[in-house]
C-alpha cells in the first residue's frame, strides 16, 4: 500500500499587505515589515532596506504584535473614583477627561507654573514634550535620564562632545579589537549584535568587561568579572600603563585634544583654567616658534612639552597624575578584583592592536585648520558602555575616565575606532544651558535642561536653594543635565524644596520598579496631610498598559501601542544617525486603534491648544496643529528647520526647507526613514574635518562650522572647584564644599562609591542586568516575551553557593542597610565572587499588567529596588544627600551592598505586596495569535 503523503503549503501567503515601519519594543529603532491580514498584524518581520538592522529582527521586535494585542492595554481615559491605590477608577470621554486636566493645569500656570512637574520616562518625543513645557511655563519638566544612564551622556558631553548608546557606534568594518564595558544588552541589541558578528567573522576580538558573564560578554574572547564601582580604578591602571609604555597617540593628541593647552598656575580665581587670548581662544605654545597661539592657527604645531611663564599643558599634568604608583596595576588588582598581570595584559593589547596594527586609508581631507592630510589613519581598538560603569556615585568620572582612555589611544572618529552618529559631534558649550525663569502665565524663559558650564548656569533660586523639585543643577549635582525624576516624589512629598500640586508623568513606573525605595513611594504617593488632602494632590499619568502606577493615578491618559500611532524619530532629539550619514525616521498607525485611545503626544498638543499655550495656538487663539502627525510636518524649531530632515520643500529639500505637507507620505514610501550620506572625505575625524562641518551647516545641524577640541582637562568642572575653594559669587553650601573639590575634578579621578560606606556590615555587591529580550519592563505584558523571562531568580557565585551550602531551589534573606527581600537562588560560575545579580524589573505587583495574581512574575520574580533608598545615610551634618553620583544626579543602583542568608522555600517572594485592582479584565487563559484580548 502506498502511503500518501499530505498536501503542505509550505509557503502560504501570511499577509495581503505590507506596512514598513519603526520597532520600538526597545531604544536601536529598527526597520520592520508589519504584514497585515484581514486588516489585522499577522507577522513582523526586519526591513531589509533599513539602515540600522538591515532586516535582522531581534526577539522582541517579532513580539510586537503581542504587544499591540496585550490584555493589559488600557482602553478608555478614566478618573478615579476610589481612594489611590484601590484601583477604583470610572470611564470618561476623551473631552471630558482633557477639561479636566485643564481645570487642573490652566489656574496653575496663571499663578505658579512651578506647582506643575511634568517628567516623562522611555519615550522618544522629547523634543516635543520639552518644547510643551517650556511653553506651559514650569522648571519643573526632565525625562527619566536621570534614573537611567546620564552619567554616560554627560561623561561623553563633557570629554568628547558624544555618547555612546545610540548616539556612537564602532567602525565594525574595520575595528580589530571591540571593548565592552557594562552593557544593558536590551538597549543595544541588533546593531551590536551584527557588528559582533561582522567583527569575529574578520578574526577580530571581543574584550567584555562586567561583573557578570552574560550576554555579549558570554560571547567575549576574553572576560574581566571586575568588582561593581572599580571600572574607574581599572581603566585608569590601563591609562597608567598606556602611559609608561609611551604607547599614546601624541600627534593626535597635539592636533585634536586639549593636552597642549596650558593650565594656568597662579593661586587665585582662575588657578587652573586654561590660558586663553585677549578673544577667549585657547593658547597653545606652537613648536615652530616657541610662542603661544590661539589652538586654530592654520600650520600650528603643538607642544605637549611646552610650559609658559610657569604654565604647564594639560599634558603635563595628566602624566604626572597617571604616572603615580597608586594607578600601578598591582596597587589596585585587589580592589578592582583582577589581577596585575592580567591589568597589564589588557593594556598591552590596547597598545598592540592600536599602534602595530594600525590601518591607513588613502583619503585624504583638510582639517579646521586648513591644514591638508593625505590619508586617514586608523587606530583600531573601540569601546562602547552603558549603564554597568554609569549607575554607581562615581559612574560620572568613570564615564569620563573611558572616553579619555580612548581619546590616548586616539581611537575616536577614526577609521576603525568608535565614531559618533550626526547630530554628533557638539561640543560641549554648543548645547543649550539649563532654564528656571518662572513667569506665571508665560513660557520659561529658555530650555530646561543642558550642559552647565560653570556655577553661572546652575538653576537656584534668589536664596541659593534649588529652584527644580528634583534638585537638579543645584550644587548637589550641579551636571544633571537629564534632571533627577527618581527624586521628584520624594522630594514632592518631603516639601523639601517646596510642595506641588499636580504632577503630570508619562510612561514612567513610578510606583514599581522606576523608583528606588518602591514601598517608601507608594506610601507617599497615598499619603494625606492634616487637612485630609493627598500630600501630593494630583497626579496625570499616560501609558499604554496598566502598569503597577495606574493605580495611584488620579486621571488616566490612556496612550496608543506603537503600532497605532505617528512618532518621529528626529534629529531635534534622539534620531537613528549612521555614523557616515545623518538619518531619521517615522512610525505610523499600520492599524488603527480599536478602543477609546489616543497617541500621548497628539493628547499633549490638545492640551498645549486647550491652554492657549504659545507655539500651540494662532493668533486668532485657534489650535495650530490638528495632531501630532500634522505637528511633525509643520512644526520649525528655526527657519526652515523641522523635526524631520527629509523631503523638505518641495520634496527635494533635506535638513533645511519649507514644511512640505507630503512629507510623513514620502516617509512611508521610503520605508519610514530617510537617510543623508555625508561627503566621503568628511565622514572620519567630524568634530575637525572641514568637509563635515561644512556638509553639517548645509542640512541644518548647526549654523555655523563648530569646530573643537576634546576636553581632556574639563574647564567646566574646574570652575565648580574654584566656587568649592571660595572663589566667585555664587558659592556652594559650606557642608558642600568637600565634595565638589573631590567629584569635580577636572581630569578624570575614582573614588570610592558611597555605598562601600555599608561594606563592613553588607559585604556583598547586588546588581540588576536588563535582560536581552525585554526592554526596561515593557515585555512583562507579552505572552511571548514572558516565556523567555517569566521569573528571576537571585543568581550567587560559587564562593558564596558553597559557602552557606546553597543547593537549587533554594530560597535566601537578602538585607541591606535598607530592607530585606527573601527570594529564590541559582548558581553561576561566571561572576564576579563578591557579587550577586538578577534581571532587572521582571517581578510584578500581583493585579498589575493583567497578569493572574499567580503569575510567576508576581510569585517569583522580585525586584532588588525595595533594598534601595532614594537617600544615603545621614552624615552627620543631619542632612540626607540623594543616593545618586554628586556630578550629575545619576541614580547611584548598583552602589547596593547586602549580605545573604538561607531562608526557608516558600511560595512567593517577599515583600508579597497585596494585590491591586486593575482597570483592565484578567487575560484570557487561552487566545490564538493576533487575537485580541
Ligand atoms: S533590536 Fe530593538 S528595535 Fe531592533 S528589532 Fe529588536 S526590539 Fe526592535
Request: aromatic residues 10%; glycine residues 10%; charged residues 25%.
Amino acid at each position: 500500500m502506498t502511503y500518501r503523503q499530505p498536501i503542505l503549503d509550505t509557503s502560504p501567503k501570511v499577509s495581503d499587505e505590507i506596512r514598513k515601519t519603526t520597532c520600538y519594543m526597545c531604544a536601536c529603532r529598527c526597520g520592520i515589515n508589519v504584514h497585515m491580514k484581514n486588516g489585522r498584524v499577522a507577522y513582523i518581520e526586519g526591513n531589509r532596506d533599513h539602515p540600522i538592522n538591515k532586516g535582522v529582527l531581534c526577539a522582541k521586535g517579532s513580539s510586537g504584535i503581542m504587544q499591540v494585542t496585550a490584555p493589559s492595554r488600557l482602553r478608555h481615559p478614566m478618573k478615579r473614583v476610589g481612594p489611590r491605590g484601590s484601583g477604583e477608577f470610572q470611564e470618561i470621554s476623551w473631552d471630558e477627561a482633557l477639561e479636566l486636566a485643564v481645570s487642573w493645569l490652566k489656574p496653575l500656570r496663571e499663578t505658579n507654573p512651578e506647582k506643575m512637574a511634568f517628567f516623562t520616562g522611555r519615550d522618544q518625543s522629547q523634543s516635543l514634550t520639552g518644547f510643551w513645557a517650556q511653553a506651559y511655563g514650569t522648571q519643573n519638566y526632565a525625562a527619566h535620564g536621570g534614573f537611567c544612564s546620564v552619567n554616560m551622556a554627560a561623561g561623553g558631553i563633557y570629554t568628547i562632545g558624544g555618547a555612546f548608546w545610540e548616539f556612537g557606534t564602532p567602525d565594525w568594518d574595520r575595528t580589530k579589537l571591540f571593548v565592552l564595558f557594562g552593557v544593558a544588552e536590551d538597549h543595544d541589541s541588533n546593531p551590536i549584535k551584527m557588528g559582533i558578528g561582522k567583527l569575529k567573522t574578520r578574526g577580530g576580538r571581543v574584550i567584555g568587561v562586567n561583573p557578570i558573564r552574560s550576554g555579549y560578554n558570554a560571547v567575549a574572547d576574553d572576560w574581566y568579572g571586575v568588582t561593581p564601582g572599580a571600572d574607574g580604578l581599572l581603566i585608569l591602571a590601563l591609562v597608567h600603563e598606556l602611559f609608561k609604555a609611551g604607547k599614546i597617540d601624541l600627534e593626535y593628541l597635539a592636533r585634536f585634544t586639549n593636552a597642549p593647552c596650558l593650565v594656568k598656575a597662579d593661586a587665585g580665581p582662575e588657578n587652573g583654567l586654561l590660558l586663553r587670548d585677549a578673544d577667549d581662544k585657547l593658547l597653545v605654545i606652537d613648536k615652530r616658534s616657541g610662542k603661544p597661539v590661539p589652538f586654530d592657527t592654520p600650520g600650528v604645531r603643538p607642544d605637549l612639552g611646552a610650559t609658559h611663564q610657569g604654565c604647564r599643558t594639560v599634558f603635563q599634568v595628566m602624566a604626572e597624575k597617571y604616572l603615580d604608583e597608586k594607578y600601578a596595576p598591582e596597587a589596585v588588582a585587589e580592589r578592582v578584583g583582577i589581577s596585575a598581570e592580567r591589568i597589564k595584559g589588557f593594556a598591552a593589547e590596547l597598545a598592540h592592536v592600536a599602534f602595530d596594527e594600525a590601518i591607513e586609508l588613502d583619503q585624504p581631507w583638510t582639517d579646521f585648520r586648513g591644514d591638508k592630510h593625505d590619508k586617514m589613519i586608523g587606530r583600531p581598538v573601540s569601546f562602547h558602555a552603558m549603564r554597568g560603569i554609569s549607575a554607581h556615585s562615581n559612574g560620572f568620572q568613570t564615564a569620563r575616565a573611558l572616553h579619555m582612555l580612548q581619546v590616548l589611544l586616539g581611537a575616536v572618529e577614526c577609521p576603525g575606532g568608535w565614531r559618533m552618529k550626526p547630530p554628533y559631534p557638539k561640543p560641549v558649550e554648543g548645547h543649550p544651558k539649563p532654564h528656571c525663569g518662572v513667569t506665571p502665565g508665560k513660557p520659561l524663559n529658555g530650555p530646561h535642561l543642558g550642559y552647565p558650564l560653570g556655577p553661572e548656569h546652575l538653576a537656584l533660586k534668589e536664596d541659593g536653594s534649588p529652584a527644580r523639585i528634583d534638585k537638579a543643577f543645584s550644587w548637589e549635582n550641579p551636571l544633571s543635565a537629564h534632571g533627577m525624576m527618581h527624586m521628584v516624589i520624594s522630594n514632592a512629598h518631603a516639601g523639601d524644596p517646596y510642595k506641588i500640586d499636580t504632577l503630570f508623568l508619562y510612561m514612567a513606573n513610578m510606583a514599581w520598579n522606576s523608583s528606588m525605595n518602591t514601598r517608601a513611594v507608594i506610601e507617599m504617593l497615598t499619603d494625606k496631610g492634616e487637612d485630609g488632602e493627598y500630600v501630593i494632590p494630583r497626579i496625570i499619568y499616560s501609558d499604554a498598559y496598566s502598569s503597577e502606577m495606574v493605580a495611584y493615578a488620579d486621571l488616566i491618559l490612556p496612550d496608543t501601542t506603537y503600532l497605532e500611532r505617528h512618532d518621529c524619530i528626529s534629529l531635534l532629539d534622539r534620531p537613528i544617525g549612521e555614523a557616515d550619514a545623518a538619518a531619521d525616521a517615522i512610525r505610523w498607525p499600520v492599524v488603527e486603534p480599536d478602543r477609546n485611545v489616543r497617541g500621548f503626544q497628539s493628547v499633549l498638543i490638545d492640551l498645549g491648544a486647550r491652554l492657549g499655550l504659545p507655539g500651540f495656538v494662532n493668533e486668532d487663539g485657534g489650535a495650530k496643529y490638528k495632531d501630532y502627525a500634522d505637528y511633525i510636518v509643520s512644526h520649525e524649531r528655526r527657519p526652515g528647520v523641522g523635526p524631520l530632515m527629509g523631503f523638505r520643500g518641495n520634496g527635494e529639500g533635506v535638513g533645511r526647507g519649507a514644511p512640505n505637507p507630503d512629507q510623513i507620505k514620502r516617509y512611508i514610501e521610503n520605508g519610514a526613514f530617510f537617510l543623508a550620506h555625508m561627503p566621503e572625505d568628511g565622514s572620519y575625524f567630524k568634530p575637525w574635518n572641514k568637509s563635515y562641518q561644512d556638509w553639517a551647516v548645509k542640512i541644518g545641524l548647526f549654523d555655523a562650522p563648530s569646530p573643537y577640541l576634546f576636553s581632556l582637562y574639563s574647564e567646566p568642572m574646574r570652575r565648580f572647584q574654584l566656587a568649592a575653594e571660595g572663589h566667585g559669587d555664587r558659592q556652594p553650601p559650606d557642608h558642600l564644599r568637600d565634595r565638589l573639590k573631590q567629584a569635580m575634578e577636572p581630569l578624570p579621578c575614582w573614588y570610592t562609591p558611597f555605598g562601600d560606606e555599608d561594606a563592613e556590615d553588607y559585604p556583598i555587591h547586588a546588581l540588576t542586568q536588563r535582560p536581552m529580550a525585554m526592554y526596561h519592563s515593557w515585555g512583562s505584558q507579552n505572552a511571548w516575551l514572558r516565556q523567555i523571562h517569566g521569573q528571576n531568580p537571585l543568581y550567587l557565585p560559587t564562593g558564596i553557593w558553597e559557602k552557606h551550602g546553597f543547593a537549587e531551589g533554594d530560597w535566601a534573606r537578602v538585607s541591606s542597610p535598607h530592607g530585606e527581600i527573601v527570594v529564590p537562588v541559582a548558581h553561576m560560575a561566571g561572576l564576579n565572587p563578591n557579587t550577586v545579580w538578577t534581571w532587572n524589573a521582571i517581578g510584578k505587583r500581583k493585579g498589575a499588567w493583567a497578569l493572574e495574581e499567580n503569575a510567576p512574575e508576581a510569585t517569583k520574580g522580585f525586584l532588588l529596588n525595595h533594598l534601595i533608598h532614594e537617600l544615603l545615610p545621614a552624615k552627620g551634618d543631619g542632612l540626607r544627600w540623594s543616593n545618586s553620583d554628586p556630578v550629575t544626579g545619576q541614580a547611584a543602583w548598583f552602589d547596593l551592598r547586602v549580605k545573604i542568608e538561607k531562608a526557608p522555600a516558600r511560595h512567593h517572594t517577599e515583600p508579597n505586596l497585596p494585590p491591586i485592582k486593575s482597570p483592565v479584565p484578567e487575560a484570557p487563559k487561552h487566545r490564538r495569535q493576533g487575537e485580541k484580548a
